[in-house]
């Protein structure tokens, strides 16, 4: 059985979530490859200028760098016969994550999800496939949630032709732009620290984010009515599947496993400690 590359994103200074990531992936005896994140202030004005202009509202710096250091992943999975596995760095693994990965390259799709974001997402009824203890369910609309997902090679071309022109949040993006066939792996295999943190798990290690804060609304003038054309284009397209929900689609969370995230954590926090020593001990040498 295939099992892709996994790659996770990290920015240099979060030393403490690449020690997150790589804990995991030694107590769960996997191969892990980082990348160093794109840094948003490393993003010069032009391209900033260029890129944050081109969606329902002005996307903001860390958006547009998490946009790069997604298609950075995209580049790869593009060349590899089995895709990728994008994780982002406050990724926690589910108890079945290896069964998880070594199922989806064979699953058909363009995508398909890995975690759960909480939120209710359109399912097409009666497009469940079982593969042993999990399963694949066909998604009709996503929005949330970038923090965990397999990218096919011919998925990734397809983001990376439209990335020529269109730029958005990376969820937004691969969800709602670019409209891939998407399933989603039940029970998920992955959840993000905050979330649960907000379900009352320990993790071993707290995070934050500011990719999903709440945004102000944009005043209407005739600069911003591009962005409200795109808006109104996206929630047309959202009321069509909404009345799909008359037919073939249910609006439902994914699937969650509360014991298969019992069974992982808390994650250890003297190994988490261990390897930040490592780091410090890492870069005294280089210097």
């Known amino acids: 059985m295939a099992t892709p590359e996994i ?3 990290n920015l240099d200074a979060a030393r403490d979530r690449r020690a997150l ?3 995991q992936a030694e107590s769960f005896g996997i191969p892990l490859t980082r990348l160093k994140a794109c840094e948003a202030t490393g993003i010069d004005e032009a391209t900033f200028e260029r890129l944050s202009t081109r969606w329902e509202r002005p996307i903001t710096r860390p ?26 760095d406050d990724t926690v693994f589910a108890a079945h994550f290896v069964e998880a990965v070594q199922t989806v390259a064979q699953s058909g799709y363009d995508l398909v999800n890995l975690e759960s974001f909480g939120r209710r997402k359109f399912f097409r009824k009666g497009r469940i496939e079982t593969i042993g203890r999990l399963r694949l369910a ?13 990218i096919s090679p011919q998925g990734a071309r397809q983001l ?30 992955t959840m993000q620290v905050h979330l649960l943190e907000a379900r009352g798990f320990e993790v071993g290690l707290s995070t934050t984010t500011s ?3 709440p945004r102000k609304r944009l005043p209407t003038t005739p ?18 599947v909404q009345l799909r929900r008359l037919a073939d689609a249910e609006f439902r969370p994914a699937w969650f496993d509360e014991e298969a995230f019992r069974a992982v954590l808390p994650i250890s926090r ?6 930040l020593a490592s780091y410090r001990t890492e870069a005294q040498i280089a210097s």
Not at 140 to 146: E, S, V, Y
Not at 175 to 187: D, S
């Open 7 to 9: 790659c996770y994103i």
């Open 21 to 23: 990531m790589e804990v």
């Open 63 to 88: 958006e547009v760098a998490a946009f790069l250091s997604h298609k950075t992943l995209w580049e790869k999975a593009a060349q590899s016969p089995d895709g990728v596995i994008v994780l982002e």
């Open 138 to 150: 066909e998604v009709l609309r996503d929005k949330a949630g970038a923090g965990a997902y397999w």
């Open 160 to 189: 990376l032709a439209r990335a020529d022109t269109h730029t958005a949040p990376v969820d937004a993006f691969m969800f709602g732009v670019c409209r891939l066939r998407a399933a989603q792996i039940e029970p998920a295999a």
């Open 211 to 213: 990719i999903q804060l």
């Open 223 to 240: 600069a911003n009515i591009g962005y409200g054309v795109r808006r109104l284009i996206t929630q047309g397209r959202l009321g069509l």
């Open 270 to 275: 003297q190994s988490l400690d261990a390897k």
